[in-house]
């Protein structure tokens, strides 16, 4: 989910949405900015169909994964399935995959959720905006190709954004929680997102909400709608506690989430059988600044990961200092 609580002023989604409203809700105060900053649109009104959309386009596997002639090693048995987030791809793993690769892991990473029915959705190489219990399904069979091809008996999921949240239904509602060792989330949208959209969710005049989330749906995906704090979404996979039995969580905050607010709701708390660590990033680099769209990047980040995948792994958690 990357929709900043902080704006500089009424963007096209925004406007999209105030229009499709009852002018009774128009009147009410706005969402701001929806960040789209890797993301090329065509002009105000024109066919989305005709928008540039994302680069690079995730067409091309990041270095390092996929690589279904991998094999696991004793030291790493379990592969690393790594899920983006919304209006994501997975180039947004083309730092981090090559990293874990070179550590001897079997690396594979997958797009989901492609629904050309809403305006992002239809831009090339946006991923993340269909129905996210769909992109579970998704999930669930690229993680039996996965243990198919490599013969492991689980996998490790890392999850950025909405990756983590649908990891969850995945874990949940799709069988996952027998075939997952340790879910990673990062900076995921777990309880929500409450962001600028959801306040203004919360201040429609009665009988606005289902507009809202068609106007919502049809232009940022069904995704972006299930995602916003108190959907029915989140409280069906929230409903039965945040974790599942037998799978390890880490779940990764850092103060200076803008999608994700306030930060420390990406946060679980450990149910019967299950263990959570939640992390600051800023805890072991004070001087991390990255985004919610650019944490995949963050080396802080990338240290965090391996050593929830290998405790054993040395390595610098603040390189920038």
């Known amino acids: 989910m990357r929709f900043r609580p ?9 406007a999209a949405l105030l229009c499709a409203m009852p002018a009774s809700a128009a009147a009410h105060p706005q969402p701001e900015q929806a960040d789209r900053s890797d993301v090329t649109t065509v002009a105000d ?23 279904w002639s991998c094999v696991p090693t004793a030291a790493h048995p379990r592969p690393v399935v790594l899920a983006h987030g919304t209006w994501g791809n997975q180039n947004d793993w083309d730092v981090l995959a090559p990293q874990l690769k070179a550590e001897g892991y079997c690396v594979f990473s997958l797009n989901y959720g492609r629904d050309t029915t809403n305006a992002l959705g239809a831009l090339r190489g946006v991923y993340g905006t269909g129905d996210i219990r769909s992109s579970a399904a998704e999930l669930a069979a690229f993680v039996d190709r996965v243990l198919g091809a490599t013969g492991a008996a689980r996998v490790d999921l890392v999850g950025h954004s909405q990756g983590a949240l649908m990891s969850r239904q995945y874990l949940r509602f799709n069988g996952g929680a027998r075939k997952v060792g340790h879910l990673i989330s990062l900076v995921g949208t777990n309880h929500g997102s409450g962001s600028a ?59 200076q989430d803008d999608a994700s607010v306030p930060p420390e709701t990406t946060f679980l708390a450990a149910g019967p059988g299950a263990t959570v660590d939640n992390v600051w990033v800023q805890d072991l680099c004070p001087t991390d600044t990255f985004k919610h769209d650019t944490l995949p990047q963050s080396p802080t980040v990338a240290y965090i990961i391996e050593q929830a995948l290998d405790p054993t792994f040395t390595g610098s958690p603040c390189p920038r200092q």
């Open 6 to 14: 902080h704006g500089p002023g009424v963007t096209v989604l925004a």
């Open 45 to 67: 009104g024109a066919d989305p169909g005709l928008g540039v959309g994302k680069n690079p386009d995730g067409s091309i596997s990041p270095a390092g994964s996929n690589d």
């Open 197 to 255: 959209l959801s306040a203004v969710a919360k201040r429609l005049p009665p009988g606005s909400a289902p507009v809202f989330d068609a106007g919502l749906t049809s232009i940022a995906g069904a995704a972006a709608a299930q995602q916003v704090a108190g959907s029915d979404f989140v409280r069906g996979v929230n409903a039965g506690g945040d974790t599942d039995p037998g799978v390890d969580y880490t779940v990764i905050a850092s103060t």
